[in-house]
């Protein structure tokens, strides 16, 4: 694959960049707004990393200057989440607006715009989609579940992929051709490296089951972490009963369940690593789009040369 620019938008601590990165991308620059997480990313990354608000006119310019090639990012998603707001006229929903923008005018000859599949459901997602079509992009929309793209986790992620005079679906043929028959457990993935055969995940209400054997998927990691509550008594469908052989994971382990390396450093108050831990797009689900994406661009990619509007 020729040499590939990338800029990453709303970077958090750098799920997508790592994935795409390991698959031979080029990441020149990264974006966000919240500096926990930036400073994480520094200590990982060597390329240019910008605090940078994009709601700001500005970064469009910024984002321009570096004549990326790919526009990868995951514009925050709380408002569309069912754990969210689901308030689709929010400020958060707005920066989906925001990241067009920036490919509008960087004009790269692809992107890749992560978020949560409810998204796809709102007017403003949709008026996103119908701008991007109008920039000359053919598009190539995916719901992932992570368990079955090397990520032992239930997540479920929208992509939106763009490609400049392609067909709708172009990416289609090489998602399908990588995707599992089978959701990756935990133990297949950790083996024995987290001491446990059972784990515990506070349920949103009492009426689910709260303990979970390695031997699934670990259920979507989320933004924050809790212990096991003394009002927690059971519930029918648990493996085991509470007791011993049943803990929650370490911040650390949630980290290697969203599929960061141990050489990733973390650092930080517990509260803002779970934050960004949950919020990251695992690595690995990250490198399984950018290795389709890598496949297309090998097999079909053709000069493209971006038309400047004239100042």
């Avoid at 620059?29 to 994480?40: G, I, T």
């Avoid at 995951?74 to 929010?90: E, I, K, R, T």
């Avoid at 990241?99 to 459901?121: G, I, K, W």
């Avoid at 517990?270 to 290795?291: D, R, S, W, Y």
């Amino acid at each position: 694959m020729r040499e590939i620019k990338v800029v990453d938008l709303f970077c958090g601590c750098g799920g997508m960049s790592l994935g795409f990165q390991n698959m031979g991308f080029d990441v020149v620059a990264a974006f966000d707004h919240w500096k926990p997480a930036l400073d994480v990313y520094r200590d990982n990354f060597e390329h240019n990393v910008f605090e940078c608000d994009l709601y700001d006119s500005s970064a469009e310019t910024i984002v321009q200057d570096f004549n990326p090639d790919l526009i990868i990012g995951g514009p925050p998603c709380q408002d569309f989440s069912s754990a969210g707001l689901s308030n689709h006229s929010s400020d958060r929903a707005w920066l989906i607006n925001r990241y067009v923008d920036c490919v509008e005018a960087a004009q790269p000859e692809y992107f890749v715009m992560e978020n949560v599949p409810r998204a796809r459901l709102r007017p403003v997602f949709k008026a996103a989609v119908s701008r991007l079509r109008s920039l000359g992009y053919g598009l190539s929309s995916h719901v992932l579940d992570a368990s079955y793209c090397g990520v032992p986790q239930h997540r479920k992620r929208l992509f939106l992929v763009g490609a400049v005079g392609a067909e709708d679906g172009f990416l289609e043929s090489y998602v399908a051709e990588h995707l599992s028959d089978t959701p990756m457990s935990l133990r297949e993935y950790f083996g024995g490296a987290l001491d446990t055969d059972y784990y515990f995940r506070v349920p949103t209400n009492y009426g689910r089951r709260g303990v979970f054997s390695v031997d699934e998927p670990s259920l979507t990691i989320r933004a924050v972490d809790r212990p096991i509550p003394p009002g927690y008594t059971g519930h029918p469908e648990d493996p085991v009963a509470i007791g011993p052989q049943v803990r929650t994971f370490t911040v650390l382990e949630r980290s290697y369940i969203q599929t960061f390396p141990h050489s990733f450093k973390f650092k930080g108050t517990k509260t803002n690593l779970n934050m960004m831990i949950g919020n990251a797009v695992p690595v690995k689900l990250a490198e399984f789009v950018a290795n389709a994406l890598k496949q297309y661009i090998n097999e079909n990619h053709i000069e493209y040369v971006r038309i400047k509007t004239a100042s």
